[in-house]
């Protein structure tokens, strides 16, 4: 059962603040207790969004196919089937895998949030959280995500393309599945190769937020396209305390 936590209502809500989406963003939230989800129905649908609940995770996968989710904010603790399973069975399923998914975990679980982020989970908030702040995670994953019509573009480097209108990754010619925050660091990476980046500077960037917690969100998504794109392995070089490099991409031969 998930712990209630202390939340507040006195976080001010300016949706005008907030990126407007078109159309209205679908959001699943997976919560079983009452008390929050209500206080997260209040906030998404404040802030513009559609929101259905579910309090278990046994039909998790089947909603959102149905329900065409653009994101879905899931609790770790849930009854009979947990929120790794559930992370685990969308991105297992063709139709939802792309799907966004933020975490929601209690305070101090590092191992929990470490496991969510290598099941396929983009993002965390740990409880107790601000609705406010969750809402602006939200709105930044759904903002980096959804792309304007007519801004159809190919990154590539040296065998890998990335179609940026697609949402589509191939290495020489197989295409490679990722997570909807996979795709977004792997095209910062692209567009800024030979530069060193700081873990800071990616959150910022790709996630969206500025965070002080500490930057394993970013560890390991980078590990997961290492072993998703093997040319990764010696191409993403790790800089020391800092962060990561993409080293320049290969010419192609004569």
């Known amino acids: 059962m998930s712990t209630r936590a202390g939340f507040s209502l006195a976080f001010g809500l300016r949706p005008a603040a907030l990126s407007k989406i078109s159309p209205v963003p679908r959001v699943l939230v997976v919560e079983d207790s009452q008390d929050i989800a209500d206080l997260i129905r209040r906030y998404f649908e404040r802030a513009g969004h559609t929101v259905e609940h579910l309090s278990t995770g046994h039909d998790v996968v089947a909603h959102a196919r149905r329900l065409q989710a653009d994101l879905v904010v899931l609790d770790v603790m849930l009854p009979g089937m947990d929120g790794m399973l559930v992370c685990q069975a969308l991105r297992g399923d063709a139709a939802t895998a792309a799907i966004p998914i933020i975490m929601l975990t209690a305070r101090g679980e590092e191992a929990d949030r470490v496991r969510g982020l290598e099941l396929g989970a983009d993002d965390y908030v740990t409880k107790p959280f601000s609705p406010k702040e969750l809402v602006a995670r939200v709105a930044a994953l759904l903002r980096r995500t959804q792309r304007p019509a007519g801004t159809s573009k190919t990154l590539r480097y040296g065998p890998l393309s990335i179609d940026l209108d697609r949402h589509q990754v191939l290495l020489e010619d197989r295409e490679v599945r990722l997570t909807a925050k996979e795709f977004l660091l792997l095209q910062y990476f692209?567009?800024?190769?030979?530069?060193?980046?700081?873990?800071?500077?990616?959150?910022?960037?790709?996630?969206?937020?500025?965070?002080?917690?500490?930057?394993?969100?970013?560890?390991?998504?980078?590990?997961?396209?290492?072993?998703?794109?093997?040319?990764?392995?010696?191409?993403?070089?790790?800089?020391?305390?800092?962060?990561?490099?993409?080293?320049?991409?290969?010419?192609?031969?004569?």
């Not at 030979?194 to 500025?210: A, K, N, P």
């Not at 396209?225 to 020391?240: D, G, H, N, S």
């Open 190 to 254: 692209l567009e800024h190769s030979g530069r060193v980046l700081s873990r800071d500077l990616l959150l910022t960037d790709v996630w969206g937020y500025q965070y002080t917690g500490g930057t394993r969100t970013v560890d390991v998504h980078v590990r997961r396209l290492r072993e998703k794109i093997p040319l990764f392995t010696t191409a993403l070089t790790t800089v020391k305390q800092f962060g990561y490099k993409l080293e320049d991409a290969p010419r192609p031969s004569p």
